[in-house]
């Protein structure tokens, strides 16, 4: 396959060891092109990047993008960014405010003022679901508003998309903004399955599930994000485009805890501590509206089930290989 | 008038020097409130508040809220915040990207935090049509979407705008956000009449305008814009009340050229430097949907027109007093 974007100069991906961006930085490289990975290692890992083999075509910087720093040299040449640099754990942004604010909205800003100072033209950007705070209407489409989020992680978010929209307008950088749903795959350092295996390593009789169980949300595997901001990115050309990714439907938390429980021997407990939200700044609904993307004639692998039960399988075995 | 929370304990205005701030802390003041103004002095001016007379009910700290520190004593036992310190002038964004980070985003997130540590329950955050960025519906209503601004300063209110309902979710503030239009009046130190004055003080025969003058924008008296959040807040009480506020109508840049090159004597020449937006992150077509402030029963004084002409005669009065 040609390089996605026009030819000459690297590829930069922020937070390229994460689960998301290696493998996104993997399509990158079998796709014949020049990889930059900046990296603060805080939940990407090192060894994620092993499947890529030897580094021709890539390397990884280990740097932070809260402060201006050498890592912008990274930019000089690129021709595009994919910035998914972030904090990844929702709740945690909670007992700490400044992690979004710091992680999130200036790491943004500190990306898109390097791309500037280097003429980089192209960027692509990993916001998510949580934009839309509690919305009314099911499935959200992308002209949904108000837009007000329930999580400091969903204003980062937020604070993001405005920054690169007028980075967009202001300097005229071609701007990509995904709206993610839940994304699960291999390489998870946090979420919903990792929780709860978590729980069930602890203590195999019970698993205690935040909030009622009916909060119901769209499951996206990682492979089928990466694979639709590369779909959309090829065909979509207009100064921001934007999308949200899902899978059309959703799954709820009780058939998750359900579906764990059994792979997990079937013996455990399942305990709801109650309530509509799992915990502040949860969204307990969640389906966005895929008709924008599905437009452009992308289509997810896996529905949300299929890729819960995917997941599901590839934790036990890692878990049963650990363990052996 | 009684105040206008729950008794007890001031009222913290940052930003209260400034052209909007002013009135409000003398509405505030008048209403029996103990206010406590906090304000950089970078746009605000220690004159405007002359007119509060001694400082019986008020006091001014003068303070930067890019940083944490001893300000934030200011909040302790106050009983609500309106947040309305910010860089003011969209231009200068554009030309130091960092400017509009800075005080606008990263200063809410110190206010939000400031009032998490001292449990102050309310806060009023002034917002701006910007954030709606180039919309396609007219007049634009509160839940018009996607939110994609086209200036650094949009970026920052709608950055803004997400943290405030954050931290509403998370930590159980009340929070008020107002989108206004183009607010004019008296004190002002920046926007369109301050500009066409200027230019005509150094050079009577011509009038430069940017754009074709074909923009056309609401324009708000700030004393209709400080009335309608007081409106407001008294009468609402939800976990996020917003609302945009404006006149209901529009007037284009070629009518308040017109108007001000007569109201200089009209020997001026009025030379359009063409293009539809005045300046890059400019919206060149604004009109706020008000109808959620007028079932409240608000309206507006002025109409556009009204609050254009109101205030070109006192900027006129002004220059001559200062001539004679």
Chains 1, 2 share one sequence.
Not at 166 to 191: E, K, Q
Not at 259 to 284: F, L, M, N, Q, S
Request: aromatic share 8%.
């Amino acid at each position: 396959m040609p390089p996605i974007a026009r030819p000459g100069g690297p590829v930069v991906v922020t937070g390229g060891a994460g689960a998301i961006g290696t493998l996104l930085v993997e399509a990158l490289v079998k796709r014949g092109n020049e990889v930059r990975i900046i990296d603060n290692l805080s939940s990407g890992r090192r060894a994620h990047l092993d499947r890529l083999g030897r580094p021709d075509g890539w390397k990884l910087v280990i740097s932070d993008l809260r402060q201006d720093g050498p890592w912008t040299d990274e930019f000089r040449g690129a021709r595009e960014v994919w910035h998914l640099a972030a904090n990844p754990d929702i709740r945690r942004g909670t007992e700490d405010p400044r992690l979004d604010l710091e992680h999130g909205t200036i790491a943004t800003f500190h990306v898109l003022e390097a791309m500037r100072r280097h003429d980089v033209p192209r960027v692509h950007f990993s916001s998510s679901s949580t934009v839309y705070g509690m919305p009314t209407i099911f499935p959200t489409p992308e002209s949904y508003g108000p837009l007000l989020p329930e999580s400091l992680y969903g204003a980062s978010k937020l604070a993001s998309e405005g920054l690169v929209s007028a980075y967009a307008s202001c300097y005229g950088t071609t701007s990509y903004i995904f709206r993610f749903a839940n994304v699960i795959g291999p390489l998870m350092t946090h979420g919903v399955l990792f929780d709860f295996f978590e729980k069930l390593a602890r203590d195999p009789s019970r698993l205690e599930v935040l909030g009622d169980g009916r909060q119901a949300k769209s499951y996206l595997r990682t492979e089928d994000c990466v694979d639709a901001m590369l779909f959309a990115s090829e065909r979509t050309h207009d100064r921001v485009n934007f999308f949200n990714l899902g899978t059309g439907d959703r799954i709820s938390v009780r058939e998750i805890a359900e579906k764990v429980v059994r792979a997990h021997g079937g013996g455990a407990r399942i305990e709801y501590t109650g309530g509509t939200r799992g915990w502040p700044g949860d969204i307990p609904q969640q389906d966005l509206a895929i008709d924008k993307i599905s437009r452009l004639g992308w289509k997810a692998r896996w529905n949300s089930a299929g890729a819960v039960d995917l997941s599901i399988e590839e934790m036990r075995q890692s878990i049963s290989a650990r363990t052996r």
